[in-house]
């Protein structure tokens, strides 16, 4: 199976586990709900690559070498290469396959071959600590087996989170001046971009979990 395809299937599963389940228990759905289901997936999955940045640094760092000579030897573009790799699927979860994940990343961000850095010390941080509270809240967002008040207020602390920390991670890119050193349009697909994904997100994790405090109940969700 391909990287790139096993990630798309992963997240789709997930996703489609929350709706699927939230159809089964309560017969509708919203489109905060879909969306903010369809982020938790996604967040679940980067947070095991996390764990890998951790778990398998000292091998990140000897590959970033290794992507930038096949760089210049073939002229493809690392990351998109990563993603094409096929895998048997005994190994699909392997973290030193995850860690190239990483190694590649770093050809537009040097940070995570650098275990001085912010970016690679929050990266570890949300792939160890978000994982549970993370499938806590999209449990309560799916069934509200909990008050809505308690789920508003765990929403708040996690996805403040998420957008405080990634907002600071555009600065802290931008202002070491890691922009100069790749170009325009990789700048606004992996920096901006991907990073947008948990800003955007987090901001409308925190709309619908300060409802739920102020409303006492999951109506922003769609139930009634």
């Known amino acids: 199976m391909q990287v790139g395809l096993f990630a798309v299937v992963f997240i789709a599963v997930f996703t489609a586990t929350g709706i699927g389940s ?8 919203n489109v905060y709900y879909c969306l903010l289901s369809l982020f938790f997936s996604i967040n679940l999955l980067i947070c095991y690559w996390e764990a890998c940045l951790f ?8 590959r970033v070498g290794y992507w930038r000579e096949r760089r210049m030897q073939t002229g493809r573009t690392p990351a998109v290469e ?6 048997p699927l005994r190994k699909i979860l392997s973290p030193t396959l995850w860690a190239d994940a990483w190694a590649t990343y770093c050809m537009y961000d040097d940070s995570y071959a650098d275990r001085r850095t912010y970016g690679f010390s929050v990266d570890i941080a949300n792939g160890f600590f978000t994982p549970l509270p993370s499938l806590i809240l999209y449990a309560a967002f799916t069934t509200a087996f909990m008050p809505a008040l308690f789920a508003g207020i765990l929403g708040v602390i996690l996805f403040w989170q998420w957008t405080y920390v990634s907002s600071v991670y555009w600065v802290s890119f931008f202002v070491s001046r890691r922009q100069e050193l790749i170009s325009k349009a990789d700048t606004y697909i992996y920096i901006w971009g991907a990073t947008a994904v ?7 994790g925190l709309y619908v979990s300060i409802r739920l ?8 969700l769609g139930y009634w």
């Open 55 to 62: 778990w398998r640094r000292d091998y990140i760092e000897e």
């Open 213 to 220: 405090i102020i409303d006492g109940d999951y109506t922003v």
């Open 198 to 204: 948990w800003v955007l997100f987090g901001l409308l």
């Open 82 to 87: 990563f993603l094409v790799t096929r895998v």
């Open 22 to 29: 939230r159809l089964w228990l309560n017969g509708n759905l």
